[in-house]
């Protein structure tokens, strides 16, 4: 009851000072590298995997990312990043791989995890499985808002 | 071998020459065929001329030859997983000292060279030696560590990112086929004070002869003649390499004469740095075991645990008192000799300005500082190295891993290895204090990217031998069950965690035409039990019945499914585990189950670079969904109940109370094997206890595998298990027949993590209307809870 107390009075004080305090299940807001990993070490070395990867560096790109999880074991975008550079590799199965990972760790938020579901579409088309590419693109295509599909 | 067919050549030549002079001699004492003689010599002579010509021509050929073709012998060097330091990361002030102590970091003011440091209360001024990686790698700079309960608080280094690693550790090289080491080190490497204290004592006239010193030659004679004996070589630097080179090591005359004109050979052809620095990397400067250490740069490691680069006066002095005789002036086993030798060089280097007299009376009152022999890292760890040599063998062949100095970045925590050590060593000496009935195995993994922390393959984890951890191979008892429920879980209009199962007697006919009445390890028979109680209290006849309803060949299906490649005959025995298995093979079925479903190959190795650092090879992380995430929260959660309430609770004694871990005790008939496999949110490990020759070892899983689980777990930094639930399952109450939905707080009922085709439409009609999806409201209310 007393921690009840000063959770209300530590929220009072978070709303009076302008601060906003959202619940969890805030939908709008779009999924960045920053929304995942805004004040964590980790962001240094995403920027840096993703400077090796633009020189066709994929070897120090992969390290710098696997270096990444470490430090943060449950970002999604982290593993997004690393299907995204497997399947540029032409490693389809490990990027189908962490395209579900980072579907399993994904915020909730349609429009991202649509985006997920290309990339599984994607990697399974690279490995030459075409229904699965067809079922994973209609799970994709159900979570774009119909406006946008 | 090749060199010893080319001796004979010279020898020739010498022994060719005698007889002629005696021939002489015996011509003289005849008088009458003088005229004959003087022609038989002149034939003699331009027979031996173009022999000697065609000796020459062909000793030329051979030095150049093997000069320019010479392989270093350079044994791929393993290294431990470098050390990342980054704001957050759980490390206590003593383990951040331990691993700086390992890495032989000296405690000096400032930090002022690489590989030393400073400390001030909890931060730390660490000056680190760069390196290079298939990420580039990291320069060497003097970063600035703060911890604080038991984390990293802050760090800031020359880049602004508050991140850094220390060098990877280097924990052993692979040298298959022969035996000899060595670190290259390039001349421009080398202190010049060490050159200069070699040439100072071993052979002054370096840069002036041309291969052969004929004063150093006449100071050996006068010793040798002084001796009656050959106690002195005289030999140049370059005669000492020729010898090193392409000789053999016995003092012969016949060695002598061939050396002399290779010497001078070799110095017609290279510059005085090549061969100096053949010289350097090619020395022989003592034995470790079979081991040859060859050349300054692994002469530093072995004696001092330090690169070539860091040492100081007195240690490089002591390396290069070495020279005189390896053995005679070990520094381990005659220290006094080796000091005294040292003193010399020191004081020659003095005479020679090469020191100044203040450094010259500083160093000399130094100690030897050699490392004791037992401490270093290099080769401590025999059975993960084990590991790495077989991943490496699929993909290198056997000379390129001894010759081309490969760099293996392997994925081994230190850290974790010696807290795996010391808890399975500890705890079997407690069970077994005379130490020769009881021994064990212990991995050690990181389950979401695969990467195998720490592996012990014994009680002593520092012998070579049997590894227990990859080849000791034991039924795996109990530690299937998660498997069997999974295997039903997997059905989820069939079977939920709320399933009633009956832990009753069973007899199960066999195609050998006898019967399997499998006992509870209690020898008692709980009734009707949901399908969670069976795992948690790992009850035999419930399992067994559930696992022939669904059919032995359905769970070894779902083994395969979690990666497992072996053959496994679907006989009912498999249901209580009389599979063999090893740790490692366990740590690979139960990487799947820490990871929420996503199998990912167990590695070793990160990546392979070249001699000079640039990346040849990656082994990168792989992964693939094979458990979907339903089924795969739901096991996670009922192998978290055998750590809340099950067969491990007395885990929880151990571990920090909030943290959330899973696993699963596994105990083989008549006490044989003791099995813990279990995990946390960032490690996955198993531990085996029993005895080699397979005899009963008296222990069970609880008793002689979880403690040493615990222990280490508990050394270990741990996350939690995600308690969310992942789209599909909800937390649902049931009643205690497992049949109906119920309410918080109705009677028996009990809550269950439950996949949406499970939840039955009947209610027993207490307190459903408990039963609220979260969302705001509830996200809300927790706050006030």
């Known amino acids: 009851m007393v921690q009840g107390l000063v959770r209300l009075t530590l929220l009072a004080v978070l709303v ?41 560096q994929t070897g120090a790109a992969s390290r710098y990312l696997e270096r990444a999880l470490t430090m943060a074991p449950n970002s999604s975008w982290l593993y997004r990043e690393l299907a995204l550079l497997r399947l540029e590799e032409g490693d389809g199965h490990a990027a189908e791989g962490f395209a579900q990972r980072a579907l399993r760790l994904a915020p909730d938020n349609d429009d991202y995890r649509a985006e997920l579901w290309e990339l599984v579409a994607a990697a399974r088309a690279e490995q030459g ?11 994709a295509q159900a979570l774009r808002k119909p406006d946008r599909a | 071998m090749a060199k010893n067919a080319k001796k004979p050549a010279s ?137 604080g309960g038991g984390q990293v608080r802050a760090l800031s280094s020359n880049d602004g990112d508050s991140l850094a690693r220390l060098e990877p550790l280097q924990i052993g090289s692979i040298h298959p086929g022969h035996t000899e080491d060595r670190v290259f080190v390039p001349l421009d490497r080398v202190p010049p004070l060490l050159v200069q204290m070699l040439l100072a004592t071993e052979d002054r006239d370096f840069y002036e002869h041309h291969g052969v010193s004929p004063r150093g030659l006449a100071r050996a004679m006068v010793a040798n003649v002084k001796a009656g004996a ?94 005189k005789g390896p053995s005679y002036y070990d520094p381990r086993r005659n220290p006094e000799r080796s000091l005294a030798r040292r003193n010399t060089v020191l004081k020659v280097a003095l005479e020679e300005g090469a020191l100044s007299d203040q450094e010259y009376r500083r160093f000399r009152e130094r100690d030897l500082e050699v490392v004791p022999r037992g401490a270093s890292p290099l080769y401590a760890f025999p059975a ?127 195609t050998t035409g006898k019967k399997w009445t499998p006992q509870n390890f ?21 399992t067994v019945r559930l696992g022939m309803e669904l059919g032995p060949d359905a769970v070894v299906r779902t083994l395969s499914q979690l990666g497992v490649k072996k053959t496994i005959p679907a006989y009912p025995s498999i249901l209580l585990g009389s599979i063999g298995m090893t740790p490692f093979e366990v740590a690979m ?34 992964t693939e969904e094979v458990i979907d995430s339903g089924p795969a929260y739901l096991i996670q959660w009922g192998m978290q109940q055998v750590i809340e309430k099950g067969t491990a609770r007395s885990a929880r004694s151990v571990l920090p109370p909030d943290l959330k871990v899973a696993g699963k005790t596994g105990t083989s008939d008549e006490y044989r094997d003791a099995w813990f496999a279990g995990f946390s949110g960032n490690h996955l490990s198993v531990v085996w206890v029993g005895r080699d020759n397979n005899e009963n070892a008296r222990v069970t899983g609880s008793s002689g595998a979880l403690p040493v689980w615990s ?62 999806k979260e969302g705001v409201v509830e996200w809300f209310k927790g706050w006030f809870d």
């Open chain 1, 16 to 56: 009076l000072s302008g601060c906003a305090v959202t619940p969890p299940a805030e939908k709008t807001e779009p999924v960045t590298a920053d929304t995942e990993l805004r004040g964590s070490p980790a962001m240094a070395l995403l920027s840096r995997a993703e400077q090796a990867r633009a020189q066709g």
């Open chain 2, 11 to 147: 020898a020739r030549k010498g022994s060719a020459r005698r007889p002629a002079k005696s021939g002489n001699k015996r011509n003289t004492r005849s008088g009458a065929r003088r005229w004959f003689s003087w022609r038989f010599i002149a034939k003699v002579s331009v027979v031996l001329l173009v022999l000697a010509a065609a000796g020459l021509a062909y000793l030329d050929a051979y030095v150049r030859d093997r000069f320019d073709s010479h392989v270093w012998q350079l044994p791929a060097r393993v290294y431990a997983r470098p050390v990342e330091l980054y704001p957050g990361r759980v490390l206590a002030r003593n383990d951040m000292l331990k691993m700086l102590e390992l890495m032989r970091y000296r405690r000096a003011g400032g930090a002022p060279t690489p590989g030393s440091y400073t400390t001030d209360g909890n931060t730390l001024v660490i000056h680190t030696r760069g390196f290079r990686d298939s990420d580039g790698g990291e320069p060497a700079q003097r970063i600035r560590v703060t911890l």
């Open chain 1, 129 to 139: 499985d075409r229904s699965g590419a067809d079922e994973a693109r209609a799970r």
């Open chain 2, 589 to 622: 079925l139960y990487q799947p189950l820490a990871t929420g479903g996503f199998a990912t190959p167990l590695r070793s190795i990160t990546d392979v670079l070249d001699k000079e650092g640039e990346p040849l090879a990656r082994y990168p992380v792989d």
């Open chain 2, 522 to 542: 209690d020898g008692e028979s709980k009734g009707p039990i949901p399908l969670v109680d069976a795992l948690a209290y790992s009850r035999n006849q419930a």
């Open chain 2, 711 to 772: 222990r280490l777990m508990a050394g270990l930094p741990q996350t939690s298990l995600s308690q969310v639930p992942p789209p599909g399952v909800e937390k649902v109450w049931m009643d205690p027949s497992g049949e109906k939905t119920s309410g918080k707080g109705c009677s028996g009922a009990r809550e269950y993590p439950m996949l949406e085709a499970s939840i039955p439409d009947q209610s027993d009609g207490c307190g459903s209307a408990t039963q609220v």
């Open chain 2, 384 to 510: 993960f190295i084990d590991l790495v040599r077989r991943q490496l063998a699929r993909d290198y062949p056997a000379d390129v891993l001894g010759e081309e100095g490969l760099r293996i970045h392997s994925t081994l925590d230190v850290l974790a290895q010696l807290a795996s050590e010391k808890a399975l060593s500890e705890h079997l000496n407690s069970l077994d204090a005379s130490g020769d009935a009881l021994n064990g195995a212990v991995v050690v993994v990181a389950p979401a990217q695969g990467d195998v922390l720490a592996l012990v393959g014994s009680r002593e984890s520092r012998a070579q031998g049997f590894n227990r951890a990859l080849d000791a191979t034991r039924p795996m008892g109990s530690l299937v069950k998660p498997v069997v429920m999974l295997t039903a879980l997997q059905q989820p209009k069939r079977y939920s965690l709320a399933t009633p199962v009956a832990d009753e007697p069973i007899t199960v006919p066999l």
């Open chain 2, 230 to 323: 050959l106690v002195q070589g005289g030999s140049t630097l370059t005669q000492q390499l020729v010898k090193n080179f392409w000789l053999t090591q016995d003092r012969t005359l016949a060695r002598k004469l061939v050396e002399m004109p290779m010497a001078v050979l070799l110095e017609l052809h290279y510059s005085k740095e090549q061969i100096l620095e053949a010289y350097l990397n090619e020395v022989y400067l003592g034995q470790d075991g079979k081991r040859a250490i060859h050349g300054m740069g692994l002469g530093a490691q072995f004696y001092f645990g330090r690169p070539l680069e860091e040492l100081e006066p007195h240690q490089l002095a002591t390396l290069v008192a070495l020279l």
